[in-house]
C-alpha cells in the first residue's frame, strides 16, 4: 500500500507564504488525480486543490484561488502546494491525498481513497 507523507506545515505570519510537499514514502509514482484538502478545528474537510496527471488540469478551492498555486513533479511522486498572503482562516491541518479512479467531484473529500498523515498549518496576525 503506497503511504503519502506530508511536510512543510508550521507557523507563520499573515501575509505571508508557505509551501507543503507531499510525497509518496516509496517513491512510487501516481498517476491518478492529487490534491489537497485542509480542515480547521471543529470543521469539515475542505477542498484545497488539486492536479491531474502531469499537471495537465489543476483546480483550486475558493478560498485559496488565486493566491495559491499546485504542481506535481515530473517523477509523479511528489505535489507541492504554495499559498500565498496567508490570512489566519488558513490554519488548519492540511492532508494531501490521492482520488480514486472514475471519481466524481474534485470538491468531495469522500473521492480520496489515500490520505497523508496531515501537516499542521497556524497562520497568526
Known amino acids: 500500500q503506497v503511504q503519502l507523507v506530508e511536510s512543510g506545515g508550521g507557523s507563520a505570519q499573515t501575509g505571508g507564504s508557505l509551501t507543503l510537499s507531499c510525497a509518496t514514502a516509496?517513491?512510487?509514482?501516481?498517476?491518478?488525480?492529487m490534491g489537497w484538502f485542509r480542515q480547521a478545528p471543529g470543521k469539515g474537510r475542505e477542498f484545497v486543490a488539486a492536479?491531474?496527471?502531469?499537471?495537465?488540469?489543476?483546480y483550486y478551492g475558493k478560498a485559496v484561488k488565486g493566491r495559491s498555486t499546485i504542481s506535481r513533479d515530473s517523477s509523479e511522486n511528489m505535489i507541492t502546494l504554495q499559498i500565498y498572503g496567508l490570512k489566519p482562516e488558513d490554519t488548519a491541518v492540511y492532508y494531501c491525498?490521492?482520488?480514486?479512479?472514475?471519481?466524481?467531484?474534485?470538491?468531495?473529500?469522500?473521492?480520496?481513497?489515500?490520505w497523508g498523515q496531515g501537516t499542521q498549518v497556524i497562520v497568526s496576525s
Open positions: 491525498g490521492k482520488y480514486q479512479v472514475g471519481y466524481t467531484s474534485i470538491l468531495a473529500a469522500g473521492n480520496v481513497e489515500l
Open positions: 516509496d517513491g512510487t509514482p501516481i498517476t491518478e488525480t
Open positions: 492536479a491531474t496527471r502531469r499537471n495537465v488540469n489543476k
